[in-house]
């Protein structure tokens, strides 16, 4: 049977992992290649309603070509605040609007832009995979003082060394497949 304080140690490591992950994939899914990202405008704020709400949450959004997102806010009166929410977002790109919808075109990107990007995004690499080992660190300092004060013994120190290994390998790896896929994304 397992330790009830090593459980709990994993509990928490893995939970932190998950975070960690998930804060990759916010952080990547704004970089892009050629194509452009639906994701790149799903969390962007728009100020509507004496509040400031998710495009997503007002408008559907749907890819056009690889380079043309169209915005059709179910509520027309929102288009000019869509408009500018768009351009003060930085984003680049041209912004036209039909009277029901707004499109969003972006230029091709260079060879040389995709190589910039590639080389963001295998900073954000290595960015998550340094927080994951600070947090099995942790875990680990954990362990050992667990053992030092006699709440778990020798082997169990071993066997919780071991596992913490498994489950930063695990996560290691989903940042690593996500990170594939998105450059893949980004040289189409």
Known sequence: MENEILKDIYKKTEENFQKTI????????????????????ENIKVNCYNSSMRLKEIASLSSLDSKTIAIEPWDKSLIPNIEKCLVSSNLG???????????????????EEKEKVIKLLRQKIEEAKESLR????????KIQDFQR???ITEDEKFQGKERLQELIDNAEGEIEKIGKAKEEEILL
Do not use: H, T, Y
């Not at 804060?23 to 970089?31: A, N």
């Open 22 to 41: 998930d804060w990759f994939k916010r952080e990547v899914s704004g970089l892009r290649g050629s194509r452009i990202s639906i994701e790149l405008f």
């Open 93 to 111: 790109g041209s912004i036209k609007n039909d009277g029901k919808r707004v499109l969003f075109s972006m230029p091709l990107i260079s060879q």
């Open 134 to 141: 600070r947090v099995r660190d942790e875990a680990w300092k």
């Open 149 to 151: 004060e006699g709440e």
